[in-house]
């Protein structure tokens, strides 16, 4: 007798950011073996929150592996704005670096748009600078924010059909939801090589009953939101994709921390046709396209600086 499950496949980001890491590594030794040097990434947080320093340690830890240089600059809480712009500055005009972030948030005494902009394009391999974002919403090559472009990797690496399905995208941040939104709907012919799918972007104002019915006509769900538990089961078409960005760090019974997306992974997973998992889902995905941008910028650049 043979048994079938009904329960979704679960797309495994880590195994697939391991694949990733794995070409980038190949990538690297051919553009080093090219006489060009090492690309170079500089991180920089502010403060000493614990989960930004977790954060750069992965993308530090990733670096290493594909062979990528990296320094992480640590600044005080107390550090001011034009202090922290003055760094940034010196990290701009340094020809040995190649890629720069700053590990958000900063906190509050600074501005985060400030900071995304102090950046300059051309090292913006997170993809927050009003140029780069400006590009990418005009479907021209630039540098995409990591989680949006993790989340398209995913979805094309597993096959997932995207042109002309709807696609609902919960969250409206500049910096996950946005462009996300864009890489979803954006024209597959033109050089971001959009999916091609019909978009609804809900939000904190979208009414709770609005939210449930945009997402039950979705092929496709992308949530980052940070509200775990928002996404039910009856929220969900049957087979539907379901792709989890959110992270929450909650208590379970025994008082042990553990990390939680916005879906009610156990339940959801009973009528969706794939689902990602938190951990192991979008968040080591950001890692590998935070490494591809870093390999991107410094080709880039060298072949602006043969020119
Ligand atoms: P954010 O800036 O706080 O944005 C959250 C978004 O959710 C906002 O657009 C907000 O709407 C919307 N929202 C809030 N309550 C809602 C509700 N009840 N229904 C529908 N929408 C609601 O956060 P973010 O930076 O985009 O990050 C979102 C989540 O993804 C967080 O949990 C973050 O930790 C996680 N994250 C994960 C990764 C990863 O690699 N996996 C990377 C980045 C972020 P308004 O605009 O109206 O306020």
Sequence with gaps: MRFTSNMAQIIDGK?????????????LSQFVAEGNPVPHLTAIIVGEDPASQKYVEKKTEACKKIGIRSRTIVLPE?????ELLDVIDKQNKDESVNGVLVQLPVPAHIDERTVCNAIIAAKDVDGFNEINIGRLALDMNGIVPATPLGVKTLLERTNIPTFGRNAVVVGRSKNVGLPLSILLHSDGSHA?????????????YTPAKELAKYCRQADIIVVAVGKPGLITKDMVK???????VGITRVQDEAGKYKLVGDVDFDEVRQVAGHITPVPGGVGPMTVAMLMQNTILAAKKQAADRAN
């Design 15 to 27: 195994n697939m950011a391991n694949q990733i890491h794995s070409e980038l590594c190949k990538e």
């Design 78 to 82: 107390s550090t001011t704005q034009a």
């Design 238 to 244: 049957p087979g539907a994709c379901v792709i989890d």
């Design 192 to 204: 971001t090589k959009g999916l091609d799918a019909t978009v609804t972007i809900c939000h904190r």
